[in-house]
């Protein structure tokens, strides 16, 4: 650093525009100019130091630039700079990892078994029973894989339409790693080797009410048995037990949602009575049972178009998932501490 | 003798390409048909002054193809920014390249190449996170900008059709972004307050124009039938792009943003009708496979690296981005 060339930070840009006295003291702090930095215009400096300069300068250093970097510090705080080509976001999902890894040991205390089973490298299908109104178990069952799994893998959750088109959590879900789900992006995603996770229940799995929990709904019209042929992935069936208590839905009230553009309005025993305050997930303990890969290889790419195989794969699919889940039950004393 | 006949060569991307194919192939290859003339340093390049939205103007555009030997025709008179004239920019944009079109076909043209856009998709929730060039085309038909493209791309299709003998390329540019690109949506990066949707960051992709020129190459060399995507090697989150860019973004609800947009625009004010914040709402973002299988075609550039080559056309001091520099 003491070597490169000092200039001050207001050098080229007060010949362009000459400023105050005021606002000069601020800019000659030196500071060392990387030569052609303009591609990694990042933030090297943080929000907090940005904000400092922006105090310090006084109301004349309350000027566009000093905003302006204050603002891009505290989006790159948070963003990286660079993303995959579907948006992940390993910085984003990084600093917000904490929060559901709190949730995962701490609030529904995750107890993973046979996650050695989800393949260490390559094509993955996760095919998971969805419940509990929001998609909390999709995010546990990244978090299980990820910590609990020897090759750390980060799994592509296929996100409903209805969370990956609503505005704010869309773009935070593909923050993430979520993709909306459609078979192009899926045998994208698995064709570039990725590990997936689909509920092929989808609205009327994560819908359901209270006194439906844990009977698996119809699974979809086998999108995801024709998404694991054609690309050859292995499907790794999943159950998750426990979401379904988190918030129970004892009735739902559609017409209410409509407005909104979601297609169910739960009303559990806590909300809307409570407010926002309902929206806290009760501390169910979880568990989260990742079955034997049901390789798909030996079919090839063209069973995809055989609707009857698709289905007796999928019904073969769902079966086991309800089995693990009845499996669980059966051995379950309690809702709140297994 | 084979000639190529180029229209809108007073346009960005126009200009680009008449002055890369007379590098390549010399002046004398190269009629340039536009209401303006190619700039005098191009030695040797037919300009044949013509507007497209006079009446008899495909009658015309016979007769040139004709005496000039045109056997390929490169049609690139498109509005890349909204018009305040809409009813000029559709007689230019449908009715001129229809009449582009039916000259073609009628003076035996056998390679016919259109200019397009990825915007043609259209921006919309339902889409895939890349859209290949079979999926249908569907831009908010309210948008004149967008449903003129899409009427050229159909008489495209109708000609490619009824016309086997001739071979029709479509190639459909990402929006552009880099030295020398003016348009609507590079002039939001030149302010310094930006509006933006809040709750909606899609990716967007932001070719620079070096790509555009040799897709267009490529084209010409290996006279493909079809649609082309002609997209950069990566794309960029919206939001991420304006932050690099070191701007202050204002998020807006999307109802007032749209309805504001239009307030404005109907004044005589901003850049462009509110239908065109779709593409700051839903992706639309467009995948290169088919280019980079069939013409050899693959971006060296990035969204970012295009992004970061504008900012440098924009500022070469530095400018506006300096202080964001100093810290690197």
Known sequence: MSSAKVVPIGGPRRRARPSGGSRRRVRDVPESVGAQSRETVGAAEGPLVALARLIQGGAAGLDWEAVARLWSAAYFSWHSEETDEFGFDRKFAERIRPIFEFLYTVWWRVEAAGVENVPASGPGLLVANHSGVLPYDGLMIKIAVRHEHPARRECRMLALDMFALLPFLAPLLSRMGEVRASQENGERLLSNGELVGVFPEGVK????????RYKLARFGRGGFVRLALRTGAPIVPCAVVGSEEIHPVLAKADWLGKPFGLP??????????????????????????????????????????????????????????QRMIDGRLARRRSIWFG | MSRIAVTGTASFLGARVLRRLVELRGGEAIVAVDVAPPPSTLQGVTHRRLDLTEPASDQRLVEIFQQEGVDTVLHMALFTSPQRDKTHAHELESIGSLSVFAAAAAAGVKHLLLR?????????????????????LQPNLALGWARDKLEAEQHAAAFAKRYPEMAVTVLRTAPLFGPGVHTFYTALFDRRLVPVL?????????????????????????????AFNVVPRTAIPLLTALHLSGKVTLPVLHPIAYALADGLWALG?????????????????????RAKRELGFEARYGSREALD??????????????PVEARA
């Open chain 1, 264 to 321: 169910y309005f739960p009303i559990t025993p806590t909300f809307p009575l409570l407010g926002p305050l309902g929206l806290v997930p009760a501390p169910s303990k979880w568990s989260i049972d990742f079955a034997e890969p049901i390789p798909l290889d030996r079919y090839g790419p063209d069973a995809a178009e055989d609707p009857i195989l698709v289905n007796r794969l999928s019904e073969e699919v769902r079966g086991t998932i």
């Open chain 2, 309 to 322: 080559a504008y900012l440098r056309y924009r500022h070469p001091e530095g400018g506006a981005l300096e």
């Open chain 2, 198 to 226: 809040m709750g909606y960051d899609p990716l967007v992709q932001l070719l620079h124009p070096d790509d555009a020129v040799v897709a267009f190459e490529r084209a010409l060399d290996k006279r493909p039938r079809g």
């Open chain 2, 116 to 136: 397009s856009f990825t915007a043609v998709y259209g921006a919309r929730g339902q889409n895939p996170n890349f859209l290949t060039e079979d999926r249908a």
């Open chain 1, 205 to 212: 799995g994560i819908g359901k009410r209270y006194k439906e």
């Open chain 2, 269 to 289: 004010l901003g850049e462009g009708p509110g239908a065109f914040l779709d593409y700051a709402r839903y992706l639309f973002v467009a995948d290169g496979q």
